[in-house]
């Protein structure tokens, strides 16, 4: 079955840091970029940035460099991305994507999302 | 970064309407504009890509036109599990960018 399981939710406080995985089964894990895009509460959806699990290679939005890093471990098909010196404003569902290769590109598959609950 | 503008922000329509949300671009995307489908508490859900391509397993009722600026969604003949929030979203130039969204509620 073609999936993206993610972890669960979090509660944080400001100036610590998350993690959260996104484990992929169904397809050739290393073959497609994964993007990762939040959702504040009542908000619309915010990039975040890409990785390429073949050579782990990274994009990020400029909005979050310095403060996210996104990893894969190939050899269990899942990758994570670390949010740190989190604020409050950094509520959010956070939901895995993967990218279709090819010029016309876009997401095909979705995790269910992690909310992660910042709050002191 | 180029700015997605949906409208309307909401609709409310009854089952069996003809129902088109709109999505403008800042700037020219050619057709690299993707429809999503949310519904409350689960992870987005693709529809249309390329600005017209149906998604495999998408009804045939939703469909996408346009092309450089301007897009539209339409729904034709809604039926009760349509009723939920749609995101249009630009993959021409990063960073990808999505509309605010258009909840589609029942009248």
């Known amino acids: 079955q073609v999936q993206l399981v993610q972890s669960g939710a979090e509660v944080k406080k400001p100036g610590a840091s998350v993690r959260i995985s996104c484990k992929a089964s169904g397809y050739t894990f290393s073959d497609y970029y994964m993007h990762w895009v939040r959702q504040a509460p009542g908000q619309g959806l915010e990039w975040m940035g890409w990785i390429n699990p073949n050579s782990g290679g990274t994009n990020y939005a400029q909005k979050f460099q310095g403060r996210i890093t996104m990893t894969t471990d190939t050899s269990i098909t899942t990758a994570y991305m670390e949010v740190s010196s989190l604020r409050s404003d950094d509520t959010a569902v956070y939901y895995c994507?993967?990218?279709?290769?090819?010029?016309?590109?876009?997401?095909?598959?979705w995790g269910r999302g992690t909310l992660v609950n910042v709050f002191s | 970064d180029i700015q997605m503008t949906q409208s309307p922000s909401s609709l409310s329509a009854s089952v069996g309407d003809r129902v088109t949300i709109t999505c403008r671009a800042s700037q020219t995307i050619s057709s690299y504009l993707n429809w999503y489908q949310q519904k409350p508490g689960e992870a987005p859900n693709l529809l249309i890509y390329?600005?017209?391509s149906l998604q495999s397993g998408v009804p045939l009722r939703f469909s996408g036109s346009g092309s450089g600026t301007d897009f539209t969604l339409t729904i034709s003949g809604l039926q009760p599990e349509d009723f939920a929030t749609y995101f249009c979203?630009?993959?021409?130039?990063?960073?990808?960018?999505f509309g605010q969204g258009t909840r589609l509620e029942i009248k």
């Open positions: 979203q630009q993959s021409y130039i990063t960073p990808p960018t």
């Open positions: 390329a600005a017209s």
């Open positions: 994507a993967k990218q279709i290769t090819g010029g016309l590109w876009y997401f095909d598959l």
